[in-house]
């Protein structure tokens, strides 16, 4: 055996931590809430890591401990208070993961999160391994912006290197873009420029792989944004069989070439003849899977519970077609809404995160109903966003 596949396998390998130990969360939004409930109800105990207080996650765990990322004393008081450690969102210094890695593990591994929460070296990952992803350039400059623009051509998208997520730090460029311009008005000091491809669909994947090498894969969702913004996730995607089985077979081979303990949502652009592209990778449980908390034997939540503490991973079966719709604050806009008139229907599930202020745009809860068909689900949906909004 080599090197190679010696520290691979210690990366893999842990003790299994049984219902009873306790569980750290890096991050206390709705994620980590819903991490929290799986958690409980298997009878672990958590303990959750968030710079602000009465966080979501907070609210469910033993424990909330609010203090800065950058605070090491205050993370490895936390670490030594459990037994693994995971986290439910990409934007926490890797300094932070290391502190902690040093006294108790941490799945995914810092790796991963230091490829993910960065696009260019989430691009130059895919792009180094065969994976597919839009052609690319990374700039620093308004020099090297044009220098790219005149490679890439347009339309294409200019993206901050670091953070940004729902659309954010993003300006799409078309022909006879002015690269000075653009670069005054993108304000950051790095950027990724990609080719704009034309999709007909944004699908995902949520893959889950153990501390044994195993992976498991829950079912293809279709996605539709609104404003950029994630509005409705559809179970089953609505395409071909070969198409799923490829976004399938993608996103296990990239958790794989990741070494991934733990979850990876691989979201997809299906171009117009039924091409792949992968957009973005999230190391952790991932909005266009909340449908599995409801319509899968096992959710997205319990599964990365299994794998960061080394059991046996459950099945991911589907239960019933069903569409997950996202609830934005948008929707308090004359008050609290009326939840009757999500309640009414007896196959909806209301699921909202003990968020203290609701803001346009601010994800505050999401519905799942379950139907005989996502058709007949997505119909429900809309007479529900229509009630609710007039």
Same mark, same amino acid.
């Given at each position: 055996?080599?090197?190679?596949?010696?520290?691979?396998?210690?990366?893999?390998? /842990?003790?299994?931590?049984?219902?009873?130990?306790?569980?750290?969360?890096? &991050?206390?939004?709705?994620?980590?809430?819903?991490?929290?409930?799986?958690?409980?109800?298997? &009878?672990?105990?958590? $303990? +959750?890591?968030?710079?602000?207080?009465?966080?979501?996650?907070?609210?469910?765990?033993?424990?909330? %401990?609010?203090?800065?990322?950058?605070?090491?004393?205050?993370?490895?008081?936390?670490?030594?208070?459990?037994?693994?450690?995971?986290?439910?969102?990409?934007?926490?210094?890797?300094?932070?993961?290391?502190?902690?890695?040093?006294?108790?593990?941490?799945?995914?591994? &810092?790796?991963? !999160?230091?490829?993910?929460?960065?696009?260019?070296?989430?691009?130059?990952?895919? $792009?180094?391994?065969?994976?597919?992803?839009?052609?690319?350039? %990374? @700039?620093?400059?308004?020099?090297?912006?044009?220098?790219? !623009?005149?490679?890439?051509?347009?339309?294409?998208?200019?993206?901050?290197?670091?953070? &940004?997520?729902?659309?954010?730090?993003?300006?799409?460029?078309?022909?006879?873009?002015?690269?000075?311009?653009?670069?005054?008005?993108?304000?950051?000091?790095?950027? @990724?420029?990609?080719?704009?491809?034309?999709?007909?669909?944004?699908?995902?994947?949520?893959?889950?792989?153990?501390?044994?090498?195993?992976?498991?894969?829950?079912? %293809? /969702?279709?996605?539709?944004? /609104?404003?950029?913004?994630?509005?409705?996730?559809?179970?089953? +995607?609505?395409?071909?069989?070969?198409? !799923?089985?490829?976004?399938?077979?993608?996103?296990?081979?990239?958790?794989?070439?990741?070494?991934?303990?733990?979850?990876? +949502?691989?979201?997809?652009?299906?171009?117009?003849?039924?091409?792949? @592209?992968?957009?973005?990778?999230?190391?952790?449980? $991932?909005?266009?899977?909340?449908?599995?908390?409801?319509?899968?034997?096992?959710?997205?939540?319990?599964?990365?519970?299994?794998?960061?503490?080394?059991?046996?991973?459950?099945?991911?079966?589907?239960?019933?077609?069903?569409?997950?719709?996202? !609830?934005?604050?948008?929707?308090?806009?004359?008050?609290?809404?009326?939840?009757?008139?999500?309640?009414?229907?007896?196959?909806?599930?209301?699921?909202?995160?003990?968020?203290?202020?609701?803001?346009?745009?601010?994800?505050?809860?999401? @519905?799942?109903?379950?139907?005989?068909?996502?058709?007949?689900?997505?119909?429900?949906?809309?007479?529900?966003?229509?009630?609710?909004?007039?």
């Amino acid at each position: 055996m080599d090197n190679q596949t010696t520290e691979k396998k210690s990366q893999t390998e /842990s003790k299994s931590i049984f219902p009873g130990g306790v569980v750290g969360i890096l &991050g206390g939004g709705q994620l980590g809430r819903m991490l929290a409930i799986a958690a409980r109800r298997m &009878g672990y105990s958590v $303990h +959750a890591y968030e710079p602000q207080p009465d966080c979501p996650a907070g609210q469910i765990c033993d424990l909330e %401990v609010n203090a800065p990322y950058t605070d090491a004393d205050a993370l490895k008081k936390f670490a030594n208070g459990v037994d693994v450690v995971s986290f439910e969102f990409e934007n926490i210094p890797r300094s932070a993961i290391e502190t902690v890695s040093e006294m108790r593990p941490v799945h995914p591994r &810092g790796e991963v !999160l230091h490829i993910c929460q960065n696009r260019e070296r989430e691009k130059t990952f895919l $792009h180094s391994n065969g994976f597919p992803c839009a052609p690319f350039r %990374v @700039v620093d400059s308004a020099a090297s912006l044009a220098e790219a !623009l005149q490679e890439i051509g347009t339309p294409s998208v200019l993206k901050t290197a670091d953070f &940004g997520y729902d659309g954010k730090g993003q300006i799409k460029l078309d022909a006879g873009a002015d690269a000075t311009e653009v670069w005054n008005r993108f304000r950051a000091p790095r950027g @990724v420029l990609e080719k704009w491809i034309s999709f007909r669909a944004e699908l995902s994947v949520v893959c889950a792989r153990s501390t044994d090498g195993k992976t498991v894969a829950f079912p %293809v /969702s279709e996605n539709q944004h /609104s404003h950029h913004i994630l509005d409705l996730s559809i179970v089953p +995607a609505r395409f071909p069989d070969d198409v !799923l089985e490829s976004a399938t077979r993608l996103a296990t081979q990239i958790t794989e070439a990741l070494d991934v303990v733990g979850l990876l +949502a691989v979201e997809f652009f299906l171009t117009d003849d039924n091409q792949l @592209v992968v957009n973005e990778l999230a190391p952790r449980p $991932h909005n266009s899977g909340h449908f599995t908390f409801d319509a899968c034997m096992t959710s997205q939540f319990e599964q990365q519970l299994r794998a960061v503490c080394g059991l046996p991973l459950g099945s991911p079966d589907l239960m019933s077609p069903v569409v997950m719709w996202n !609830l934005l604050g948008d929707l308090w806009n004359n008050g609290e809404p009326d939840w009757n008139v999500i309640l009414e229907n007896p196959r909806a599930k209301l699921h909202l995160y003990g968020k203290s202020e609701a803001r346009p745009g601010r994800k505050m809860g999401h @519905v799942c109903v379950m139907a005989e068909s996502t058709e007949q689900a997505i119909r429900e949906i809309e007479t529900m966003k229509q009630r609710l909004t007039h």
